[in-house]
């Protein structure tokens, strides 16, 4: 069974910064694609970046240059360190993977998902 658990979230001012992270069960690590989601209050879940197993990483324009995704692989953690944090990145964020896929995309089509850690930019 996969499991993965997001940490890290919290409350902090415009321009701030946080660090998510992700532990992913061994049944995850090094296969497929592993992804930061986030979905705001009456908004549809949107991919924020993924990372695949060679760390092919992809960014939403939203966030390209303020948020970086990274993996440890010998910790099967999965990271979002977020800088420059906007009002507009106020979401819960999802942790998700998808360990059979061999092509990675910001759709939100994981076949795995966290329970969500909330981030709250005040401005």
């Known amino acids: 069974q996969v499991q993965l658990v997001e940490s890290g979230g919290g409350s902090v001012q415009a321009g701030g910064s946080l660090r998510l992270s992700c532990v992913y069960s061994?049944?995850?690590?090094?296969?497929?694609?592993l992804g930061w989601f986030r979905q705001a209050p009456g908004k549809e879940r949107e991919g924020v970046a993924i990372?695949?197993?060679?760390?092919?990483?992809l960014y939403a324009d939203a966030v390209k240059g303020r948020f970086t995704i990274s993996k440890d692989s010998a910790k099967n953690t999965l990271y979002l360190q977020m800088n420059s944090l906007k009002p507009e990145d106020t979401a819960m964020y999802y942790c998700?993977?998808?360990?059979?896929?061999?092509?990675?995309?910001?759709?939100?089509?994981?076949?795995?998902w966290g329970q969500g850690t909330q981030v709250t930019v005040s401005s």
């Open positions: 998700a993977a998808a360990p059979g896929r061999t092509s990675c995309s910001l759709r939100p089509t994981f076949d795995y």
């Open positions: 061994d049944n995850v690590s090094g296969y497929g694609c």
């Open positions: 990372i695949n197993v060679i760390d092919y990483t």
